[in-house]
């Protein structure tokens, strides 16, 4: 008798395949029959009329610090996630010296928008190296497999001190050797890979830049030198490229050097629209000249969304809202209703551009018509763009939510993205989970991708749900080097969904403090999700999670079998 038989689903393998009608049948943490007719269980769930598919591997999420407190791992625990993998853009906690805890703290806090509060009172700091933080993360329970990558920055602070973050500076050949070690020493313990950041946009909250943004090549060659050397692991790479063609020559060479995969991060830039094409063009040689680049993609806009409770909104730097800063939010809810306070923060104006602003809505809409901009609003209406966007802050009792598109959204609309997400050497991710938690809540992406590419979309082409799903499945899953999962096929691991595909649909997100020292943050759940299985495991069941935690850390590749 199977310990668990799902009977009669629409079984999507992660393949790509088209969908097939069976049943799927479990012992301990394996498949061990997926279509067909299986024998009894000793438990059962009736899939018929529901998709099933395998669970969501997301690449690229910021779980470092969270992981050591929160055993759900939300809001990736919502969207059918079973694996996260955490450590990207260069940022991230081990290896840390006790003198490096607050200078990291603080580069996570500016880099992701991680409160340093929060993580000041949820760290555990049980840990200096690397394999120790690790060990760390395995003591603790989880709902979900994890996996962790080593971070550029935390490995310069811990070989340079405060020469790590000093731009002037530049390691030593000695101390490139040891970084290299490190890195080695990472790799061989369990760590997936090494990660780094070069952009602008990556500053601590002190506004420096992040300590990677000018790592020399001789830096970036010596680590990748000791991925070689560990014979495993992947890169992962943010980056402005301004200067594109030698930028990503430096790059490449970090992937040609350690004959490691190597994935970066490429998105529409406002103010080079056309350069994503130029970035696709140049990792499609790559490839062709045996070189195994990826870009990581996002399947939508990433849009700040902003409220009356946001860290910062369209009026932010407006005199008149600023003075309300410090009021609880049933008070200046309450001001901002006074028509008299109304008519001083309409005066004072946004510092956003009207034309780029929008109303979230509920569900939320992330791919909004140029006629839904408040700029559109405002002239059909003959009022100002910043009375539109004080009505939409004041709907749904003050908690209403402006969505402003900063990357991905040029030409205002997604055809852009559809063409990256059919891309042979594309992968979904850059969602950030556990990042950006009071203005960005990306984190959703695995479900935005099933509903709005491959069922809702209505301003262009659609994607079909076998490709979505083996996009975030078999594909992260095999970049990584995770061959025990990504797919339903037996002697698999059985990480895997049940969803009420017609049903499924996004929540607008909530803002919760509910992080160490009241932190706050925005969560977005689904709809639809009637199982999710980690191990075997039940952990989420109607979108609510079990309380159950199969969740492993993923050492390397592969994670040893789970014992029951």
């Known amino acids: 008798m199977h310990d668990l038989v799902l009977r009669g689903g629409t ?86 010296k006790p003198d490096r805890h607050e200078w990291l703290i603080r580069l996570m806090e500016g880099v992701e928008d991680i409160p340093g509060t929060a993580l000041a009172e949820g760290l555990t700091w049980d840990w200096e190296s690397f394999p120790e933080y690790l ?26 001190g405060d020469r790590g973050g000093d731009h002037e500076e530049r390691p030593t050949p000695d101390e490139i050797r040891e970084m290299a070690r490190l890195a080695r020493e990472a790799i061989e313990a369990g760590a997936v890979g090494f990660t780094t950041s070069r952009t602008i946009n990556h500053k601590t909250a002190d506004g420096a830049h992040t300590p990677s943004y000018t790592a020399t090549a001789d830096e970036l060659w010596g680590i990748a030198e000791g ?21 990503f020559a430096m790059i490449r060479q970090m992937a040609e050097r350690s004959g490691r995969p190597l994935s970066v991060t490429v998105a529409q830039l406002n103010e080079r629209p056309e350069d994503w094409r130029r970035m696709l063009a140049l ?11 990826r ?53 004072g104006g946004m510092l956003m551009e009207a034309t780029r602003l929008f109303s979230l809505g509920d569900p939320p809409c992330y791919e909004p018509p140029a006629e839904a ?18 009505d939409v802050m ?15 959204y040029v030409y205002g609309n997604a055809d852009h993205l559809l063409e990256m997400l059919r891309h042979p050497f594309a992968v979904p991710g850059l969602g950030d989970g556990g990042a950006h938690v009071s203005f960005i809540s990306d984190a959703s992406f695995p479900t935005y991708l099933l509903t709005h590419w491959a069922r809702d979309r209505e301003r262009g082409e659609k994607l079909s749900l076998p490709f979505v799903v083996k996009r975030q499945t078999q594909d992260t899953a095999r970049l990584l080097g ?52 980690v191990s075997g495991e039940v952990v989420l069941e109607d979108d609510t999670p079990t309380g159950a935690t199969p969740g492993r850390l993923v050492r390397g590749a592969q994670p040893a079998p789970r014992a029951r």
């Not at 990792?283 to 680049?293: D, H, M, R, S, Y």
């Not at 901009?373 to 004080?390: D, G, K, N, Y």
């Open 394 to 408: 004041l709907a749904e009792g003050g908690t209403g939510q402006v969505f402003m598109p900063a990357l991905n």
């Open 135 to 160: 060990d760390s993360l395995e003591r603790k329970p989880h709902a979900l497999d994890l996996a962790a990558q080593l971070p550029h920055a935390a490995l310069r602070g811990y070989v340079m």
């Open 373 to 390: 901009s408040f700029e559109a609003i405002a002239r059909r209406t003959q009022r100002a763009p910043a009375e539109v966007a004080l």
């Open 482 to 533: 995770f061959e025990d999962r990504g797919r339903l096929a037996p002697g698999l691991k059985a990480d895997l969904n049940v969803i009420d595909f017609e049903r499924l649909g996004l929540h607008r997100p909530e803002m919760r403090y509910d992080l160490p020292a009241g932190g706050k943050r925005l969560v977005q759940r689904a709809r639809g999700y009637r199982y999710t299985l």
């Open 295 to 347: 870009a990581q993609v996002a399947p939508r806009p990433v849009g700040v969304v902003m409220s009356l409770e946001s860290t910062f909104n369209p009026f932010s730097a407006n005199p008149a809202m600023q003075a309300l800063a410090l009021r609880p939010l049933a008070e200046r809810i309450a001001r901002l209703r006074d028509p008299e306070t109304r008519a001083a923060v309409v005066a």
């Open 283 to 293: 990792i499609e040689q790559a490839n062709a000249e045996g070189v195994a680049l």
């Open 11 to 96: 079984i999507l393998d992660g393949s790509g395949g088209e969908a097939f009608e069976g049943d799927l049948a479990i012992d301990g943490d394996r498949l061990v029959a997926v279509g067909g007719r299986a024998g009894a269980g000793r438990r059962e769930i009736d899939a018929a009329g529901l998709v099933v598919t395998p669970g969501f591997v997301d690449l690229h999420t910021h779980y470092d610090g969270q992981a050591t407190w929160d055993a759900l791992l939300e809001p990736s625990i919502y969207h059918g996630v079973t694996t996260v993998v955490m450590g990207n853009c260069g940022v991230g906690f081990a290896p840390a």
């Open 227 to 247: 991925l070689r050397q560990a014979g495993a692991g992947v890169f992962e790479i943010v980056g402005d490229f301004p200067d594109l063609e030698p930028e």
